[in-house]
């Protein structure tokens, strides 16, 4: 079935460094997929999100990228800060017009050192 | 302007009873999600309401759940006969065509002992 998996459940970092989240994704048809980020006791915030005729796009420090031969999905956060921590979660749209039942990922930890 | 709320914030319950989670989404958002979040794990589809169209009951995990959605805007996740592997975080969110962005709530958190 349809599945949106991320190789790392945790990711430990230091104050400054840039992080990387990585996705990877099942379904080709995929053509919207989504970064959210959740922190605790709060609901899913929208972060990025990119169409599936780019490759990448740029927000304020945050970077994603689309390797659809790979069907594979990074998150690029550049000179991380504490208040990046938090779980990220990629998601997935095979719909299209605005009807979008996302499909998520089981999420990684982001955990910001000072 | 107001985001998208949800009541209570908590809820236990013992097994076997029923339940009712509500929905306020955002003003004028004609989308409306429902999403179940277990421990430590990512979202899973439950339900969605789009305008005066049927709703997508797809991932509804047995026939003890439903929704309604009254005018067009407050949304309500009942769980008949709770069980404890009914427990999690029921997240709504909502959004407004052709947008894709879904604007989450804060969840209700349900225990069912």
């Known amino acids: 079935g349809e599945s949106v998996g991320l190789h790392l459940p945790t990711l430990s970092v230091q104050e400054g460094d840039n992080s990387i989240i990585n996705c990877a994704y099942s379904?080709?048809?995929?053509?919207?997929f989504i970064w959210y980020k959740q922190e605790s006791g709060k609901g899913p915030q929208f972060i990025i999100d990119?169409?599936?005729?780019?490759d990448k796009r740029q927000g304020q420090r945050v970077t994603v990228l689309l390797n659809k031969t790979v069907k594979h999905l990074s998150l690029q956060i550049a000179a991380t800060q504490p208040g990046d921590s938090a779980v990220y979660f990629c998601?997935?749209?095979?719909?299209?017009?605005?009807?979008?039942?996302?499909?998520f990922g089981a999420g990684t930890r982001l955990a910001v050192h000072p | 302007g107001a985001g998208v709320s949800q009541s209570p914030s908590n809820k236990v319950t013992e097994k076997g009873k029923d339940v009712e989670l509500r929905c306020d989404p955002i003003?004028?958002?004609?989308?409306l999600y429902w999403y179940r979040q277990s421990l430590g794990q990512g979202l899973e589809f439950l339900i969605y309401?789009?305008?005066?169209?049927?709703?997508?009951k797809s991932g509804l995990p047995s026939d003890r759940f439903s929704a309604e959605r009254t005018g067009g805007s407050v949304s309500t996740l009942t769980i008949q006969r709770t069980q404890q592997e009914d427990s999690a975080v029921y997240l709504c969110?909502?959004?407004?065509?052709?947008?894709?962005?879904?604007?989450f709530g804060p969840g209700t958190r349900l225990t069912v002992t």
């Open positions: 969110a909502s959004s407004f065509p052709p947008s894709y962005e879904q604007y």
């Open positions: 379904n080709s048809a995929s053509d919207y």
């Open positions: 990119i169409r599936s005729n780019m």
């Open positions: 998601a997935e749209t095979p719909f299209s017009g605005g009807y979008n039942k996302l499909i």
């Open positions: 003003s004028g958002h004609t989308a």
């Open positions: 309401f789009q305008g005066n169209s049927a709703p997508d």
